[in-house]
């Protein structure tokens, strides 16, 4: 018979799997910054100053560096990842067919 | 200044090529952990920036404002989110050893050749325009320097620097990339080359970009005040285009093969992954930091009509900063000349694994044995590739004239590669994608692509007529290239995008849902989706006994002899046998499959594997394991079978050993009978003519002597007979004293070889003796290895039955032992008699030449306490020994 996975884990393997939950929120996080000029700039009759758009993009795309900088630090100090990136664990969705 | 700036460029060319072949050095010494790091994998990534994004930039920037972040921001979200799909196409592309993106869609969709050659195709009629693009940009870049000087080197010299430049890269592509056929598909050289542009091409632009800021403007302020006084104040964001463009780069980026190259084919280690996704976002935001002032700066300080896709050069140059402009070329060119090498290599291993390769195979289909060297035609066929990779780009490039046209080709030919995404995407996170759906839905795409986007792009009247651009084919407005299904008012590239993408991906899953997929795909798709689940790979081969040595030949002739003896080696220690064939078990046909697509691609590895091997390779209990409500079950009688398998592996060994000893006791009865007859046969004589010189007294001198010289020679025979067994006795008990002094094994072959040589003349051996200059000396009993040499050059030259024998003999130094290869040209000793030839009193057949048998089995002896081992190598078209020893035969000696 096949074990079945635990439903809670341990501290330090929870932590990792937040960790994870993180990285793959960033880039959703990006996609939406980098979308919110779309309705501030609609206004066509008064655009904002295109230095101001300018500021924006490059300081969001700044914190999303050192966002995803510490969150691939972490990660590599994670007991969980030590050998390896590894692989998705037992509560990972599954593709049946 | 032209000509310092040829000089500069030449000399900058030197350095890479140096930089190159000193990677590759320290990548074959072993030396070369840095060429491992992140940090040059991040930098190697950097080739998605081209000469369309260093220069193109800016012009871009100048004609649509902020717009060309977009670029820049879609392959920024690719890598922030690499959790969700580069971590597993890395994971993939390694487990599967895929070689090109072709590849990873062949591989996924059942080792499709059909769909590898459709995705090459798509490549190559995508890429040409780009790499056209590189060339243009350099000789642009270069007549913008002949223009400040003055020099007006227009028209026919611009032809010329892009073939010149064309010629350079393909050179440099053929050197470093096509150096060997590397079993990983790896090319250190090329990777660190680029490497070293990606900081250049930074430095060049960083620092046109702080020249223009705080130079020419005067510092941070007031540079943002020019930029919102400047024309594009009135700037503002075209939302479908922006949400489009995003997405295509960041499609462009997963599906370039020149990106796919890097990203994965070229990747060493997961983790670099981790580093790349905050490292590669910083070095295009500072790719993209200086690109709005420069393109300001230009367009106030630069007279009217000026191309602005030269900002970068001709800013520099009308302020006299000649140095920093220098410096800004090189940076242009580094774009240039790193996309063209990695697009053209790239091309090049899709061409020849999946259309050359194929074509080849099936010519030749069945006749395996006819294969020749099949790796020097794999590489014979990259380097043609991509010469005919880069001449298409040239051909491009000067039918096209140069023309502006050419500017607006980059997001058309990322448009055309992003068709790939939708069964890319599919492949790797849904099991029900099949093979029909992958290729109907890239044909779809291509289609849309082609009609609505590609075609058009070359202007009314030169492809399309303008009135069918106008109102449609046969009239059907609804069939505008430019205006599908009636939608007008859309822009024309996000009208593509739109409905090549949209298309592409409903036909691909439709088609999906409907079909129904071969074996190999339900097993291959498993194997893809849940990369993270199975790590090691559904077996699907059933391999025969006595195919081995069939297997090998090829390997040898795919990978290079030293890499299969290694791997064949390794799989018969894992299975506990000897020597060089071991069983094909499924396991080790897959894992040989496996090494070989690493070289010729999955398609190819498959089909020629079944060459061999014969029958399907999916059974039914496969798919049953496919299928995980049965997986248990599955497992229990997987296991059984194992088991049985297991048993009948050791039944055939046990079967072998039996043999093996009932061979050796019907040999030694017959050496016994031998033994007595060599013995009696000389005693015989001895007595006999001992007796005739006793009783006739008066025999003449004559007489006497010959009576006593045939005595002598018997007794030699004796005396050499009884030698041998006590020198066997001896090295078998143990009590052998070797004597080790340091020689060199070059100096000892050499001798060896002297003395069979001028022992017997009448039948002639043709020597081939390949030495090594890097042996080192060895320590080791120099008269016993001598021994070992000479009876295997004299076995050669008894028992070599071709018409003119010769023997090649090849000494090699690796990993801390010497190897020393003898291989004649003879018919070899069958395969049942190998088992047997290092026994005492083997002897091959019933061989006309005499000796009680014992050379081979002294030999043995003799190696093994010198640290070694003699073994016969199976597969070289002859009859082969291996001979091996330690560099140093002390620590084995027994002292």
């Keep these: 018979m096949a074990k079945k996975p635990p439903i809670f884990l341990e501290r330090d393997r929870y932590r990792t799997r937040r960790l994870v939950d993180a990285l793959r929120v960033l880039p959703i996080l990006a996609g939406i910054l980098w979308l919110v000029p779309a309705l501030w700039a609609n206004d066509t009759q008064n655009p904002p100053e295109i230095a101001r758009l300018a500021i924006y993009f490059f300081c969001t795309w700044a914190l999303m560096i050192v966002l995803s900088f510490a969150l691939s630090r972490r990660l590599r100090h994670s007991a969980e990842f030590a050998g390896g990136i590894g692989t998705d664990g037992p509560s990972a969705p599954r593709d049946r067919d | ?895």
């Design chain 2, 1 to 895: 200044m032209i000509n310092f700036l040829i000089s500069a460029s030449i000399f900058y060319v030197a350095v890479l090529f140096f930089v190159a072949f000193w990677a590759e050095r320290a990548a074959a010494q072993g030396r070369g952990a840095w060429l491992r790091s992140p940090w040059v994998y991040t930098l190697s990534l950097s080739i998605y920036c081209t000469a369309w994004t260093f220069y193109g930039a800016v012009g871009y920037a100048a004609r649509s404002g902020l717009e060309y972040l977009t670029i820049y921001l879609g392959p920024s979200l690719v890598m922030l989110g690499w959790w969700w799909i580069l971590r597993k196409l890395v994971r993939i592309g390694r487990a599967q050893r895929v070689t090109s993106i072709a590849d990873l869609l062949s591989s996924r969709f059942g080792k499709s050749n059909l769909l590898a050659a459709l995705v090459t195709v798509l490549a190559v009629v995508g890429t040409t325009p780009y790499i056209a693009l590189q060339l243009q940009s350099v000789t642009l870049s270069f007549s913008a320097f002949a223009q400040a000087d003055d020099l007006g080197m227009m028209g026919a010299g611009n032809d010329r620097s892009a073939l010149w430049v064309a010629l350079g890269l393909a050179f440099f592509t053929i050197i470093f990339g096509t150096r060997n056929l590397d079993v990983n598909e790896r090319h250190h050289g090329v990777v660190m080359a680029i490497a070293v542009e990606a900081i250049v091409k930074l430095c060049a632009l960083v620092a046109v970009g702080i020249f223009v800021v705080w130079g020419v403007s005067g510092g941070l302020a007031p540079m943002l005040e020019a930029i919102n006084a400047s024309p594009h104040q009135n700037w503002h964001m075209d939302n479908a285009r922006w949400v489009a463009l995003t997405f295509l780069s960041a499609a462009a980026f997963l599906t370039l093969p020149r990106m796919f190259q890097v990203l994965v084919v070229e990747n060493e280690d997961e983790r670099h992954l981790q580093t790349a996704s905050w490292a590669f976002p910083t070095y295009v935001l500072l790719m993209s930091l200086f690109v709005l002032p420069i393109a300001v700066v230009g367009q106030s300080i630069l007279p009217q009509g000026s191309n602005p896709d030269l900002y970068v050069l001709t800013i520099p140059l009308a302020l006299g900063q000649d140095t920093l402009a220098i410096l800004s070329f090189l940076g242009g060119f580094s774009s240039a000349t790193s996309m063209v090498v990695v697009a053209s290599l790239a091309l090049a291993t899709m061409v020849s694994n999946h259309i050359v390769m194929p074509i080849w195979l099936r010519y030749w289909q069945g006749k395996f044995s006819a294969f020749g060297d099949v790796r020097r035609i794999v590489l014979l066929a990259r380097r043609v590739s991509i010469g005919f990779v880069l001449f298409l780009g040239y051909l491009y490039y000067s039918l096209s004239g140069g023309s502006a046209a050419l500017a607006a080709i980059g997001l058309i030919s990322f448009t055309g590669v992003a068709q790939v995404l939708p069964a890319m995407i599919g492949g790797l996170f849904w099991r029900g994608s099949t093979r029909m759906g992958a290729i109907c839905g890239l044909l779809v795409g291509f289609f849309v692509w082609g009609y609505s986007l590609f075609l058009p792009s070359f202007g009314a009247d030169v492809v399309m007529s303008a009135n069918l651009m106008q109102n449609g084919p046969w009239g059907i407005g609804a069939l505008r290239p430019q205006a599908l299904f009636g939608i007008d008012g859309l822009d024309p590239l996000v009208h593509t995008i739109f409905w090549s993408m949209l298309l592409n991906a409903v036909v691909f899953v439709f088609v999906s849902l409907i079909d129904f997929p071969s074996p190999l795909e339900r097993l291959q798709g498993a194997q893809f989706v849940n990369v993270f689940d199975h790590s090691s790979a559904t077996s699907g081969w059933t391999g025969k006994a006595g195919q081995s040595e069939d297997l090998m030949v090829m390997a040898q002739r795919i990978i290079g002899s030293v890499q299969a003896q290694k791997l064949f080696q390794s799989e018969a220690h894992k299975q506990g046998v000897s020597g060089f064939l071991p069983e094909p078990t499924p396991e080790f046909l897959e894992r040989l499959e496996r090494e070989l697509a690493g070289s010729v691609g999955a398609a190819t590895a498959h089909a020629m594997v079944g060459q061999i091997v014969g029958g399907t390779s999916v059974t039914v209990q496969d798919l049953m394991a496919v299928a995980d409500e049965t997986a248990q079950m599955m497992e229990y009688s997987s296991r059984l079978e194992l088991q049985s398998e297991e048993l009948s592996r050791t039944a055939r060994q046990l079967r072998n050993a039996n043999d093996k000893l009932t061979q050796i006791s019907v040999q030694k009865d017959a050496f016994l009978s031998q033994i007595s007859h060599e013995l009696r046969t000389p005693m015989t004589s001895i007595l006999a003519f001992s007796e005739i010189m006793k009783e006739a007294g008066d025999l003449d001198r004559q007489d006497l002597n010959k009576y006593a010289t045939i005595i002598h020679a018997e007794s030699t025979r004796l005396t050499r007979l009884l030698d041998d067994l006590l020198d066997l006795s001896v090295l078998e008990n143990g009590q052998v004293h070797l004597n080790l002094v340091a020689c060199s094994p070059n100096d000892l072959l050499r001798r060896a070889i002297a003395t069979v040589q001028a022992g017997e003349a009448h039948r002639i051996l043709r020597i081939n003796l390949r030495l090594s200059d890097t042996v080192p000396d060895v320590i080791t009993d120099p008269d016993r290895l001598g021994q070992v040499f000479i009876n295997l050059i004299t076995n050669a030259r008894k028992y070599c039955d071709a018409a003119a024998p010769e023997l090649t003999i090849s000494l090699t130094h690796r990993a801390g032992r010497i190897i020393c290869d003898f291989v004649d040209n003879g018919s070899g000793i069958p395969k049942e008699d190998q088992e047997m030839i290092f026994e005492k009193f083997a002897r091959v057949g019933q061989t006309k030449a005499g000796g009680a048998g014992l050379g081979l089995a002294i030999c043995r002896e003799i190696m093994g306490r010198l640290g070694g081992d003699i073994a016969y190598l199976p597969g070289q078209g002859g009859g082969a020994f291996r001979v091996t020893f330690a560099v140093d035969a002390h620590n084995f000696s027994g002292h």
